[in-house]
Nanobody, 124 residues
């Protein structure tokens, strides 16, 4: 599967952005999906994960209550709605997919497929 993330940009603190991850192929629904981010000078970190049917979601504590992950299997697209953005959310955001693990294990980050990132910059 090929993944393409989009929707990043520059936003003021407290603002919102919605990221999208479009997947190629017709097997999107067979992949557990996740969002990760890498801030300048830091290691990549888990942000959110979603199960194949969208019924289960997982979030990093740092984004819980502010970010919402969802997917539309008919459109082969995953989304990350980001509200109440903070300067510390500034990072390159990546979407990832894996056909072999449960969404709960996406937190480990060892995903099979990665998209190119999209930059999110939150100004104070």
């Amino acid at each position: 599967v090929q993944l393409q993330a989009s929707g990043g940009g520059l936003v003021q603190a407290g603002g919102s952005l919605r990221l999208s991850c479009a997947a190629s192929g017709r097997t999107f629904s067979t992949y557990a999906m996740g969002w990760f981010r890498r801030a300048p000078g830091k290691e990549r970190e888990f942000v959110a994960a979603i199960s194949r049917n969208g019924g289960s979601t997982y979030y990093a504590d740092s984004v819980k209550g502010r970010f919402t992950i969802r997917r539309d299997n008919a459109k082969s697209t995953m989304y990350l709605q980001m509200n109440s953005l903070k300067p510390e959310d500034t990072a390159v955001y990546y979407c990832a997919a894996d056909p072999s693990i449960s969404a709960a294990l996406v937190t480990r980050g060892g995903m099979d497929y990665w998209g190119k990132g999209t930059q999110v910059t939150v100004s104070s």
